[in-house]
């Protein structure tokens, strides 16, 4: 069963901020929401993840919605390069837990010049 | 971080032939994991390489047909064994964070094409 729900795709304008949706309403407690990216032709790249609180990182922002249902990843600043698949994933962060990730489909995100 | 590289970045197999992906870490790492991208699709996790003991396989993937090596910390092998054309894919090894925050670190990837 899927755990996540995203849009398939989604367009961007460069310099402008993408907000990239992503749906989790049956995620439990101890499961974290992760995102990551892959750009064509190479091998997916963390990006961020948090709990229940907003993180920040230097790619990006997560924004995740006070009931855990929902959470969005924000690239403030989008240039060509952030064109990728995006995948919302939630698991938990315990070693070995990898086993439990599922990859989506993702969101491909076109950042248009 | 954790530093992957992987061995072929692509090839072209013909059908019956055996091709074996190397995947080598820069530091020494717990859980290996081997994924497949078939074209056009996400990831799907192949097996994990534990090393010391067999290799752990997911529904659908064999040890006959995915033969996994794990002789060390920082190495592991994924052998594709009789191919056909259905198994031209992208394969990927990937890392588990040290830190235990279960962020996974990937290879580029090794793009087979089986004709």
């Known amino acids: 069963d899927a755990k996540t729900t995203q849009p398939t795709s989604m367009d961007c304008a460069e310099g402008r901020a993408a907000n990239l949706p992503c749906n989790h309403s049956t995620i439990s407690g101890n499961e974290y929401v992760y995102w990551y990216r892959q750009i064509h032709s190479q091998g997916p790249q963390y990006i961020i993840h948090?709990?229940?609180n907003n993180e920040t990182n230097e790619m990006a922002s997560l924004i995740i919605t006070e009931d855990r249902k929902s959470s969005t990843l924000i690239l403030p600043h989008a240039t060509l390069r952030d064109t990728a698949v995006y995948y919302c994933i939630v698991r938990v962060a315990a070693s070995g837990s990898a086993r439990q990730l599922t990859f989506g489909s993702g969101t491909q995100l076109t950042v248009l010049p | 971080s954790a530093v992957i590289s992987q061995k072929p970045s692509r090839d072209i197999c013909q059908r019956g032939t055996s091709l074996t992906i190397q995947c080598q870490v820069d530091s020494q790492v717990t859980m290996m994991f081997w994924y497949r991208q078939q074209p056009g699709q996400s990831l799907t996790l192949i097996a994990t390489a534990n090393q010391g003991s067999e290799a752990t396989y997911e529904s659908g993937f064999v040890i006959d047909k995915f033969p996994i090596s794990r002789p060390n910390l920082t190495f592991s092998t994924l052998t594709v064994s009789n191919m056909s054309p259905e198994d031209s894919s992208i394969y990927l090894c990937s890392v588990e964070d040290s830190q235990l925050t279960g962020e996974l670190f990937f290879g580029e990837g090794s793009r087979l094409t089986v004709l």
């Open positions: 948090g709990l229940k």
